[in-house]
């Protein structure tokens, strides 16, 4: 499986982004898919994910209530909306699939294919 993260740009605080996902060699709908962020200097945090599809989604509570995460499994795409964009977004974002059980969903280790990243860069 390839993915193809795209979207990422500069933005100033309070604005919004979206961000997309492509995924290709074979379908994905079985997989829980997510989104990573890593900023300089720190480790690769959770995001938001989303089980197979039409599945339940989750948010870290850094994010939540700005970010929303969907899926469309006909077209192999992951979609993030980040609005109310904050200093504290900036980082490299990157997709991932993989299989967590639910209390692993927020690991990274369990994902096991990757995009290569988009760059959210936010000025305050």
């Known amino acids: 499986v390839q993915l193809q993260a795209s979207g990422g740009g500069l933005v100033q605080a309070g604005g919004s982004l979206r961000l997309s996902c492509a995924a290709s060699?074979?379908?994905?709908?079985?997989?829980?898919m997510a989104w990573f962020r890593q900023a300089p200097g720190k480790e690769r945090e959770f995001v938001a994910a989303?089980?197979?599809?039409?599945?339940?989604?989750y948010y870290a509570d850094s994010v939540k209530g700005r970010f929303a995460i969907s899926r469309d499994s006909a077209k192999n795409t992951l979609d993030l909306q980040m609005n109310s964009l904050k200093s504290e977004d900036t980082a490299v974002y990157y997709c991932g699939i993989g299989n967590p059980i639910l209390s692993s969903m927020r690991d990274s280790q369990m994902y096991y294919y990757w995009g290569q990243g988009t760059l959210v860069t936010v000025s305050s």
């Open positions: 060699g074979r379908p994905v709908s079985t997989y829980t």
């Open positions: 989303v089980r197979r599809s039409g599945g339940a989604t």
